[in-house]
């Protein structure tokens, strides 16, 4: 039962389970009883999204250097305690429970769900590639 990670927004996959939404603030101008009906998500997880500041960098990050040192400071963040518990819960219900994680950004190569990916993976997550 493999985590899925998505864009949110996109059509849901079938049986892709609860939809975790790993983003600092939620979709503009969508009435909180129409998040899951969108499909944005179904549950809000923003402590695994970046800081504010992470995120002005990456947005910034124009260059391969630029990326990486956002990868950095995400990573950083992301072993905070109270970030590696939700981490590697997440890993271990990947092994019992459908479920996917994401975020808005178009580009998963460009995107913080990339390296939370990663991060999953190292924690021992069951991933699904599709």
């Known amino acids: ?12 996959a079938p049986g892709e389970g609860t939809r975790i939404g790993t ?14 009906a969108q499909d944005w998500y179904d549950a809000w997880l ?4 970046p800081s504010a ?7 910034a990050a ?8 956002f990868a950095r400071r995400y990573r950083r963040e992301m ?8 981490i590697d819960t997440l890993a271990q219900l990947s092994r019992q429970a459908h ?3 994401g975020c808005y950004c178009e580009n998963e190569a460009r995107c913080h769900r990339s390296l939370l990916r990663e991060l999953l993976a190292q924690a021992g997550a069951h991933i699904r590639e599709d």
């Not at 923003?46 to 999204?49: G, S």
């Open 62 to 69: 124009h260059d391969d250097a630029a990326w990486a040192a």
């Open 53 to 59: 500041e992470a995120v002005k960098q990456a947005l």
């Open 23 to 36: 983003v600092r603030r939620p979709p503009r101008g969508v009435p909180r009883a129409q998040f899951a």
């Open 99 to 101: 479920f996917s994680v």
């Open 79 to 86: 072993a905070e305690p109270g970030q590696r518990h939700l």
């Open 46 to 49: 923003p402590n695994l999204a």
């Open 1 to 12: 039962m493999p985590v899925r990670i998505v864009r949110l927004g996109s059509p849901r």
